[in-house]
């Protein structure tokens, strides 16, 4: 079946303007994770979705990152006012339930100039 | 919350022998433990995994044992081969959440 997709899969920006990237996870996956990982780097929780659960924002670098799940299916992640260090890639996972293998996507390359 | 430190942060083999990751955790309710292979360029993918039920478990030439008391497990790779050669990352599960808590990973490169 599909696996999880990503768009786009490469942006490149202009410091200060905002961006939306957007995931689709397996169908039937209740969990989803997004992931920042800087080249080299490790993978950085972002923001983890459960079922119907609040999501876990704890990863949140700052207010200017924002996130949400539509319908327990699609997941979108907001960046306001783009600044270079947000360059990385970002990686969306899905699950089918808790503490299960996670299936990453393909991961959308930004770029903020 | 779970704190997973993963060691070594590099790793250099000849091919043909083994290699072996650690990492420790600190929730002792963990119960999953997950380990990804990142090859360069790509999305990390699940190799093996365990859970808390079990002491080890075997896949070819990968393995991952688990020591609950201690709190870590290990991913064991005998008869290495340049094509293992990637970013490896294990992963505990945190017992309030069931969120995973990624280790920061380990870079094993094989010689041929």
């Known amino acids: 079946g599909a696996g999880v997709s990503q768009s786009p899969s490469n942006k490149v920006t202009e410091k200060g303007k905002d961006v939306e990237l957007r995931c689709d996870p397996i169908?039937?996956?209740?969990?989803l994770y997004w992931y920042r990982q800087s080249l080299g780097q490790g993978l950085e929780f972002l923001i983890y979705f459960q079922g119907n659960s609040a999501p876990d924002k704890s990863g949140l670098p700052s207010d200017r990152f924002s996130a949400e799940r539509t319908g327990g299916s699609v997941s979108t992640l907001t960046i306001q006012r783009t600044q270079q260090e947000d360059s990385a890639v970002y990686l969306c996972?899905?699950?089918?339930?808790?503490?299960?293998?996670?299936?990453f996507g393909p991961g959308t390359r930004l770029t903020v100039t | 919350g779970e704190n997973v430190e993963q060691h070594p942060s590099t790793l250099s083999v000849q091919e043909g022998d083994s290699a072996v990751i650690k990492c420790t955790y600190s929730d002792s309710a963990s119960n999953y433990f997950p380990w990804y292979k990142q090859e360069l360029g790509k999305r990390p993918q699940l190799i093996i995994d365990?859970?808390?039920?079990?002491g080890e478990k075997k896949d070819q030439r990968i393995a991952v044992t688990l020591n609950k008391t201690a709190k870590h497990f290990s991913l064991h790779i005998t008869e290495t081969q340049p094509e293992d050669s990637a970013v490896y990352f294990c992963a505990a599960s945190e017992s309030r959440s069931d969120k995973l808590i990624f280790g920061a990973g380990t870079r094993l490169a094989v010689h041929p």
């Open positions: 996972a899905s699950s089918r339930d808790r503490a299960y293998e996670q299936y």
């Open positions: 169908s039937g996956h209740t969990a």
């Open positions: 365990i859970r808390s039920n079990v």
